[in-house]
């Protein structure tokens, strides 16, 4: 079956534009999850779904980030106003189940993120 | 709270070598632990996971990693590297309680030579 996909695969933007990011989980996932991979660094979780529900939205860097999730399926990350500090490769995971620890969390391509 | 330290940025060994990827972690409670590859332009891919039933855990590629509670740590090996193996390697821990956030270490960047 189909993988997570993630679109669009690269985004250059000028400071202070608002972008969208866009996540398609694999389908019956329920867990979705958000996380930032800055240059030569590890990934920082942003933020976790569980259904349209986004529990925990402690990892968004600031107000500037939001997402959302409709239908128990694609999610968008939107970040306002951005950053040269933003550029990093955004990436999205998804899981079945209600995200219980040990699941295997299935990762899409990403999208990077260029702010000029 | 929980943290993952993965020690040596870049490793480089010549092919048919042994691969030797080192991860320690901090966590109070007994942690669920993951390697993820990333190929260049690609996302993460999992390895192999240890989730507290066998210390010594097998997985995709001819990978292995053993879980050692007295020294905190989740190695990954592998007898013999092959040139396709030159990737990314990120060692994760999941949060404690609740749902799989995922913590990760900074990752290792492994080359492979002929």
């Known amino acids: 079956g189909a993988g997570v996909s993630q679109s669009p695969s690269n985004k250059v933007t000028e400071k202070g534009k608002d972008v969208e990011l866009r996540c398609d989980p694999i389908?019956?996932?329920?867990?979705l999850y958000w996380y930032r991979q800055r240059l030569g660094q590890g990934l920082e979780f942003l933020i976790y779904f569980q259904g349209n529900s986004a529990p925990d939205k402690s990892g968004l860097p600031s107000d500037r980030f939001s997402a959302e999730r409709t239908g128990e399926s694609v999610s968008t990350l939107t970040i306002q106003r951005t950053q040269q500090e933003d550029s990093a490769v955004y990436l999205c995971a998804s899981s079945f189940g209600r995200g219980r620890q040990g699941d295997t969390q299935y990762f899409g391509p990403g999208t990077r993120l260029t702010v000029l | 709270a929980q943290s993952v330290t993965q020690l040596g940025s870049h490793v480089s060994v010549s092919e048919g070598a042994l691969v030797l990827l080192r991860c320690n972690y901090s966590?109070?409670?007994?942690?669920?632990l993951f390697w993820y590859v990333q190929y260049p332009n690609q996302g993460l891919q999992l390895l192999l996971k240890y989730t507290s039933a066998a210390t010594l855990v097998k997985g995709i590629n001819g990978f292995e990693a053993e879980f050692k509670k007295s020294e905190t740590s989740f190695h990954l090996t592998k007898p013999s590297a092959h040139m396709s193996d030159a990737a990314e390697y990120f060692c994760a821990v999941s949060r404690s309680g609740g749902y799989n956030k995922l913590i990760f270490g900074a990752g290792t960047r492994l080359a492979v030579h002929p």
């Open positions: 389908s019956g996932h329920t867990a």
């Open positions: 966590s109070s409670v007994p942690p669920y």
